[in-house]
């Protein structure tokens, strides 16, 4: 198993034009076979919320780098507590896909107690009357902690969702995610909705 | 023109220097512009490219989380991009994310395969955002690919570089070919008027230190060993023309002289004959029978003259022959000049008298001193108051002056007579010429005024003759160095005195008449002379007398003077007689013969009584 490194991450990053070939034969497979899964499942041209935070729950683990000694095993694990039409959207969405190179696992959580060292940790807003004891709960350890409540950010989560326009925008405390080891990519500020530094 | 720049030199430098520079520039421009194209294509595909994967990249999270007002942004910060003329995003389904375009009504292709195409000066780009492996969508990007204008401006700029160059070129080659023909064409200059005017002193200017230095020192060197050759060749036909011509002269005045010895010859035949046909009638006078005493003192008178004239002429003659083979020997004293002069006249005064011309004297009270041999001097006055009276008419008048003119004596001698003509003067006093239009009668042998100016020369002065024209007159100015009066009572003209002693003297000659009239002369100043005619008369004269002194002609019939002499030594009465040559001859050989044959002295005929009263004082007190 590689050991993933800030170096290497960068040297990956710099490869990434020497794979130019490869990836456009990858990405034409991909878009065919999502082409396919769209035309298959998903009803046309209908802007699903938890398809999107789906997407964007996925999509955060690529701007966002953990510490490199807490990486442990292959896969990286999106923790879901409730919510479960986005666990749904995951497990349709996360086959096939990886972030750097890793798998990416939802795990649905019935409790928080069972978040373990999961990467991402998403508290349903079913759970936003109790959110601050949730994200107590996982206290200092490197995980993203993603809400979805009117003032998730006030009450302690690294990023939070937001309807704007009919369409899910998020909000991303700096200062929180970099407390416990974060390092966000500033591409991912660029298009926040809001910023929260220290 | 175009064959007129090929002919000169400096036309042709220009022609290479501007193909040259022509070619150069084209294969330089045609390599800069291949390297243009192919770079300015590199980079506007590189850029395109770039620019593309830049937007592709910053693009991804703005997709990824459906930000199209984020990707909106990045494409609107092409706009600082002159070259981009659209861009856009494209959702992986071809739906149109967010676009950019720099004109309105911009039309954005259908989603396509990634890529690059160039259609029409216009680049398109598609290019796939890919994240993870996952295609989150496409960037397009439509760039001018103005490669035609480049190329154009291109070759708009090095088509001026091109021709400004070639115009430096030009200028540059034009200084140089001049500085390269400069030289060149001055030799060829230098070369030409050479030529033309076969100056050879002309020289090319060395301006360079090259090649062309050295040509023009080398052609400097040629012409200076040509001018060189040129002026010996020259100098050599100089010499050889001026030898030509001394060799004509000479002989042209071999020619004259030779034909003046002919006339000469002429002249001496006939002035020898003229006394001979009155002294023939005077003889035939004297043996006429009954002829009585005044016909006698008339034919004796006749006899006399006409001798003194062939004396005269005879000595004259020797006189030359001395002269011309150097052998005059001129004996100079302080002499007063009044009694040369004196004796001048008396010797010309027969002329003169014939020719019943009036002679006028004015001599300088003071007595004059001149270094002369008065003999000679002598001479040169009578010969000119001969001159002046033979070329008189009779009843003239002529006339001698002389007169002391700083330091030296002038005697001028004038007379009335035909003169001389301009053309003859400058050569009257040659020897062997003579007035053209005189009458042989009155001529002589041309030798008179010869001999007086040589003799003058002698005495180291000079003569001078003057004449307004023919029948004029004529003057003749002789000048001579005055000298100091002499302390000594020397006498310079020993006079006719009676002997101190009486000599019992022998005169042998076979010329009787010469014999007879010296001994009677020695026998008139008190000597006593016996004569003889030939040698055997000689030895017996000889026995008889006990001569102390014998005068021997050395030229005797049968036994020769010198054997005479040796045989009038051996028999004892003559043992001790002092021996004295006379002879003709009086060159250095002929002397030295006689002192071998015993002779004391040697004397050249004529003698003179003055020289014998001489020898006898000398030779007869010494022994």
Same mark, same amino acid.
């Given at each position: ?68 000694? *807490? ?49 991402? *940790? ?8 109790? *959110? ?67 | ?51 593309? #994967?830049?937007?592709? &990249? ?17 494409l609107e910060l092409l706009s600082s991009r002159a070259g981009i003329r659209s861009a856009a995003v494209y959702r992986p389904d071809g739906e149109l994310f967010a676009t950019f375009a720099r004109e309105e009504g911009a039309q954005f292709p259908p989603l396509d395969a990634a890529g690059m195409t160039i259609d029409g000066g216009i680049l398109t780009v598609f290019r796939p955002v ?20 480049r190329l154009l401006a291109y070759v708009l700029i090095l088509g001026g570089v091109m021709l400004a160059s070639l115009v430096v070129a030009a200028v540059i080659s034009l200084w140089l070919a001049g500085n390269v023909t400069g030289p060149l064409r001055e030799v060829t200059e230098v070369a030409r008027h050479v030529i033309g005017e076969r100056d050879f002193t002309l020289r090319a ?11 023009? &020192? ?15 060749? $020259? ?135 001149? $270094? ?87 005495? #180291? ?86 001569? $102390? ?13 010198? &054997? ?18 006379? #002879? ?11 002192? $071998? ?16 009263q001489a020898a006898l004082s000398t030779l007869v007190q010494s022994h």
């Amino acid at each position: 198993v590689p050991k993933r490194t800030r170096r290497a991450w960068g040297e990956d990053m710099r490869h990434y034009g020497r794979q130019r070939l490869f990836a456009a034969i990858v990405a034409w497979v991909a878009l065919l076979a999502l082409a396919g899964v769209h035309s298959a499942g998903a009803q046309e041209g209908v802007y699903d919320t938890n398809r999107v935070k789906a997407e964007f729950l996925y999509h955060f683990g690529t701007y966002i780098q953990w510490p490199a000694d *807490l990486i442990e095993g292959d896969a990286m694990r999106i923790a879901v507590l409730g919510a479960q039409p986005v666990v749904d959207q995951l497990a349709r969405f996360l086959p096939g896909r990886s972030i750097q190179g890793r798998r990416v696992e939802v795990v649905p959580l019935e409790r928080i107690d069972e978040l373990g060292d999961a990467e991402v *940790l998403f508290v349903g807003s079913e759970h936003n009357a109790s *959110l601050e004891s949730v994200l107590a709960a996982v206290g200092r350890r490197p995980c993203l902690t993603v809400t979805d409540a009117e003032d998730g950010l006030e009450r302690g989560a690294m990023v939070n969702f937001q309807l704007l326009d009919e369409r899910v925008r998020f909000e991303v405390s700096l200062r929180r995610a970099e407390d416990v080891g974060l390092i966000v990519s500033s591409r991912l500020l660029s298009t926040a909705l809001r910023v929260e530094t220290s | 023109m175009l064959s007129r720049i090929r002919r000169s030199l400096r036309g042709k430098i220009v022609i290479v220097v501007l193909l040259t520079t022509f070619t150069a520039l084209t294969l330089s421009a045609l390599v800069l512009l291949w390297f243009e194209v192919t770079k300015h294509h590199e980079f506007l595909v590189d850029d395109a490219t770039t620019q593309a #994967s830049i937007l592709a &990249d910053i693009s991804a999270p703005a997709l990824a989380f459906d930000d199209d007002e984020a990707a909106h942004t990045y494409l609107e910060l092409l706009s600082s991009r002159a070259g981009i003329r659209s861009a856009a995003v494209y959702r992986p389904d071809g739906e149109l994310f967010a676009t950019f375009a720099r004109e309105e009504g911009a039309q954005f292709p259908p989603l396509d395969a990634a890529g690059m195409t160039i259609d029409g000066g216009i680049l398109t780009v598609f290019r796939p955002v890919v994240q993870n492996e996952q295609v989150l969508g496409s960037v397009y990007l439509q760039a001018s690919y103005d490669l035609q204008d480049r190329l154009l401006a291109y070759v708009l700029i090095l088509g001026g570089v091109m021709l400004a160059s070639l115009v430096v070129a030009a200028v540059i080659s034009l200084w140089l070919a001049g500085n390269v023909t400069g030289p060149l064409r001055e030799v060829t200059e230098v070369a030409r008027h050479v030529i033309g005017e076969r100056d050879f002193t002309l020289r090319a200017r060395r301006t360079t230190e090259d090649e062309i230095g050295v040509f023009v &020192d080398a052609f400097n060197a040629m012409l200076a060993e040509v001018g060189q050759r040129a002026q010996a060749l $020259e100098a050599s036909n100089r010499a050889l023309q001026e030898e030509t011509e001394e060799r004509r002269l000479a002989e042209a005045a071999l020619r004259l002289a030779d034909q003046r010895k002919d006339e000469f010859l002429a002249t001496l035949a006939h002035e020898l004959r003229n006394p001979l046909a009155p002294m023939v009638n005077a003889v035939g006078l004297l043996d006429a029978p009954g002829a009585g005493t005044a016909i006698v003192r008339r034919a004796r008178g006749i006899l006399r003259r006409q001798l003194a004239q062939m004396v005269r002429l005879v000595d004259d003659l020797l006189d030359v022959s001395r002269i011309t083979r150097g052998k005059l020997i001129i004996r100079k004293h302080p002499t007063e000049l009044t009694q040369i002069v004196r004796n001048a006249i008396d010797t010309a005064r027969p002329v003169l008298d014939e020719c019943q011309q009036t002679l006028t004297v004015e001599l300088p009270d003071e007595p004059v001193y001149v $270094e002369a041999d008065s003999v000679r001097l002598a001479q040169v006055f009578s010969n000119l108051l001969n001159n002046s009276a033979r070329y008189s008419e009779r009843g003239k008048q002529i006339k001698l002056a002389a007169r002391v003119l700083d330091g030296q004596v002038e005697v001028r001698i004038e007379d009335q007579g035909v003169g001389i003509a301009p053309e003859t003067l400058p050569i009257i006093f040659e020897m062997f010429s003579q007035g053209g239009s005189i009458e042989r009668t009155q001529s002589g042998l041309g030798v008179g005024l010869g001999l007086a100016k040589r003799l003058v020369e002698l005495h #180291s002065g000079t003569i001078e003759a003057h004449s307004e024209g023919i029948g004029q007159g004529s003057v003749f100015t002789v000048r001579l160095p005055v000298v100091p009066m002499p302390q000594a009572t020397c006498t310079p003209v020993r006079p006719l005195t009676m002997a101190t002693r009486r000599h019992r003297i022998l005169l042998v000659d076979d010329n009787v008449d010469f014999a007879t009239s010296l001994s009677l002369l020695l026998e008139a100043i008190g000597h006593q002379v016996r004569t003889a005619h030939d040698a055997a008369e000689a030895l017996v004269v000889a026995r008889e007398l006990k001569p $102390e002194v014998g005068f021997l002609d050395l030229g005797l019939p049968e036994v020769s003077g010198y &054997d005479l002499a040796r045989q009038l030594r051996a028999q004892p009465e003559s043992a001790h007689t002092v021996l004295v040559a006379v #002879s003709g001859w009086g060159q250095a050989r002929d002397r030295e013969r006689s002192r $071998e044959a015993g002779f004391s002295l040697h004397l050249v005929k004529p003698v003179e009584l003055q020289s014998i009263q001489a020898a006898l004082s000398t030779l007869v007190q010494s022994h």
